[in-house]
């Protein structure tokens, strides 16, 4: 269905672990707004940073793109572009449609209390949703854990994030390993 040409590289400096991951598809099925399928080149990227302290904290940072070439004029991509809505001016011709953006997470584990915290999140510069993620762990009575958490998504009107922006949720997860 896709053939993908890929290579990663990664590296280590001092407490910091980058990594740099790129693929390109000389044809892959992509969908326009009115979801009907076209077949573009296309290419998707991620480079990143990972700092880790002790068992204590963990964080990173990644930026990524998924980019689609040689679109006609008039189209739109459906997860890559902002959906047009009435007023819009069309999308003009284009190399390139590109999707971007920046994902971090942060945990801390308070080790002492068996107590985790952990923030994330991603957000698409472009078109400019978002997911936020929060959860606060419990696991000192072995073999049960506890998690309370929250995950928000929103975005500006026309995005994914938009879409799915009445699906914000909190949770409460038990576990248990005998």
Same mark, same amino acid.
């Not at 990524?64 to 739109?76: H, I, K, P, Q």
């Given at each position: 269905r896709?053939?993908?040409?890929?290579?990663?590289?990664?590296?280590v400096?001092?407490?910091?672990?980058?990594r740099?991951?790129?693929?390109?598809?000389?044809?892959?099925?992509?969908?326009?707004?009115?979801?009907e399928?076209?077949?573009?080149?296309?290419?998707?990227?991620?480079a990143?940073?990972?700092?880790?302290?002790g068992?204590?904290?963990?964080?990173?940072v990644?930026?990524?793109?998924?980019?689609?070439?040689d679109?006609?004029?008039g189209?739109t991509?459906?997860?890559?572009?902002?959906?047009?809505?009435?007023?819009?001016?069309l999308v003009?011709e284009?190399?390139v449609?590109?999707?971007?953006?920046?994902s971090?997470?942060?945990?801390?584990?308070?080790?002492?209390?068996?107590?985790? /915290?952990?923030l994330g !999140?991603?957000?698409?510069?472009?078109?400019g949703d $978002?997911? =936020? +993620?929060?959860? &606060?762990?419990?696991?000192d009575?072995?073999?049960?854990t506890?998690?309370?958490?929250a /995950?928000l998504?929103d !975005?500006p009107?026309g995005?994914?994030?938009?879409? $799915?922006g =009445? +699906?914000?949720? &909190?949770y409460?997860?038990?576990?248990a390993s005998?």
């Amino acid at each position: 269905r896709k053939l993908t040409v890929a290579g990663e590289l990664q590296g280590v400096v001092g407490p910091f672990v980058a990594r740099l991951d790129v693929g390109f598809s000389p044809e892959s099925t992509q969908y326009t707004s009115s979801f009907e399928a076209i077949r573009k080149p296309s290419m998707t990227a991620a480079a990143g940073v990972e700092y880790t302290y002790g068992d204590s904290w963990y964080a990173q940072v990644t930026g990524y793109s998924n980019m689609v070439f040689d679109l006609a004029e008039g189209v739109t991509l459906s997860g890559i572009d902002k959906a047009p809505s009435e007023g819009d001016e069309l999308v003009g011709e284009r190399a390139v449609a590109a999707m971007y953006g920046v994902s971090a997470g942060l945990r801390w584990t308070w080790v002492e209390e068996s107590l985790e /915290v952990s923030l994330g !999140g991603l957000w698409n510069v472009s078109p400019g949703d $978002f997911v =936020a +993620n929060a959860q &606060i762990s419990y696991f000192d009575w072995e073999p049960h854990t506890f998690k309370l958490g929250a /995950v928000l998504v929103d !975005g500006p009107s026309g995005t994914l994030g938009r879409n $799915f922006g =009445a +699906n914000d949720f &909190i949770y409460l997860e038990y576990a248990a390993s005998f």
